[in-house]
């Protein structure tokens, strides 16, 4: 376990077996923790480089009231054990497609994903030129920052700008949030020749694509891979007027069981609260292995959730980006 900031611990995880999986660098794991009776799951990056074969970095941030990030920052030993899924994601550098410019935009621990690739691209030789734009709430809040700025230091094709919300006044450096204006800026005459990688927090996926696209950055140069649900499902364009996220409402799983469960919280969550554990992935929508039909009631999903056309009319989607407006019927 290695303490990266106040808030930020990296988990050093090895193989109890066989070796572990190789891994695309920007991949996760999800790793599965038992608390309080409840069998959960979180999708963490894997911040390690794929060529350190003997281990796998996670790097957790602990999120206020969060169930299992502040267990993992705080309660576990070493010697403890875990399962976890393989690697997965498609949140990785192509050289072929992404091009040899490359702009990472990081917030938050997004960092973690940003860190191993940057390290595999360095390794490879992957980039002309590589650009981190790293913002974070203030000096004390930066994961990895020596590491970062040594990299930097030691390379003439990379740069890393840090970028903090709030200030203190030893800090000489950037100030303010990834605004439009400093993406082109940073990025110069080869704006529309680079590759751009979100790492962050939901919220910070909209507004660096809508930053994005009003510099008329096509569609093809942004990467980014959601990483969880939203965090405050009453800003989604479908959420009901006035309906208090904090509103319980009934979810009766036909055959099975009837709960309550506030409106705010995913239906994969409220399920696995009550016991009921379906088969899990990637938690952010995109694997498709929570799928859930929907018998009556509401749901508002998530952006992020890769929902079939077809499931319109059969009334499917992703439980782990599903939050129930209403009293609902579901079929699993």
């Not at 875990?82 to 949140?91: L, R, V």
């Not at 970062?148 to 030893?170: F, N, R, W």
């Not at 994005?212 to 965090?231: C, F, K, M, Q, S």
């Not at 309906?243 to 009766?252: F, H, K, Q, R, S």
Request: hydrophobic share 35%; net charge negative; charged share 20%.
């Amino acid at each position: 376990m290695i303490t990266e900031t106040p808030t930020t611990t990296t988990l050093r995880m090895a193989s109890t077996g066989p070796d572990l999986p190789p891994f695309l660098a920007g991949q996760y794991v999800n790793l599965f923790v038992e608390l309080d009776g409840t069998r959960t799951s979180r999708p963490y990056a894997i911040s390690s480089a794929p060529a350190d074969r003997d281990h796998y970095d996670l790097t957790v941030r602990e999120v206020l009231h969060g169930f299992v990030s502040p267990h993992l920052a705080h309660h576990i030993r070493v010697g403890d054990t875990f399962e976890s899924t393989a690697p997965m994601g498609e949140f990785f550098h192509n050289p072929l497609f992404h091009g040899r410019r490359l702009m990472f935009l990081a917030g938050g621990s997004g960092v973690a994903p940003a860190w191993s690739m940057i390290r595999d691209i360095v390794a490879r030789g992957g980039a002309e030129r590589l650009h981190l734009v790293y913002g974070s709430t203030n000096p004390n809040d930066v994961i990895f920052r020596d590491e970062l700025d040594d990299l930097a230091q030691a390379h003439d094709g990379i740069d890393v700008t840090h970028v903090l919300s709030d200030t203190e006044p030893s800090w000489t450096g950037r100030t303010g949030l990834l605004t439009a204006d400093l993406i082109a800026e940073l990025a110069g005459p080869h704006l529309h020749r680079t590759t751009f990688y979100l790492c962050g927090p939901p919220g910070m996926y909209t507004f660096c694509l809508d930053a994005l696209r009003g510099l008329d950055v096509a569609r093809r140069r942004i990467r980014y891979e959601a990483n969880g649900p939203p965090t405050e499902p009453e800003l989604l364009p479908d959420w009901p007027d006035r309906l208090d996220p904090a509103t319980t409402v009934e979810v009766t799983v036909r055959g099975r069981a009837t709960f309550t469960a506030p409106c705010g919280e995913p239906l994969l969550n409220s399920l696995e609260r009550a016991g009921i554990r379906p088969e899990v992935g990637c938690r952010s929508g995109h694997c498709g292995l929570c799928r859930v039909k929907i018998l009556s009631g509401t749901v508002v999903n998530g952006p992020e959730a890769r929902i079939r056309r077809s499931d319109a009319w059969t009334g499917h989607t992703h439980a782990c980006t599903a939050f129930p407006t209403s009293d609902v019927k579901i079929q699993w």
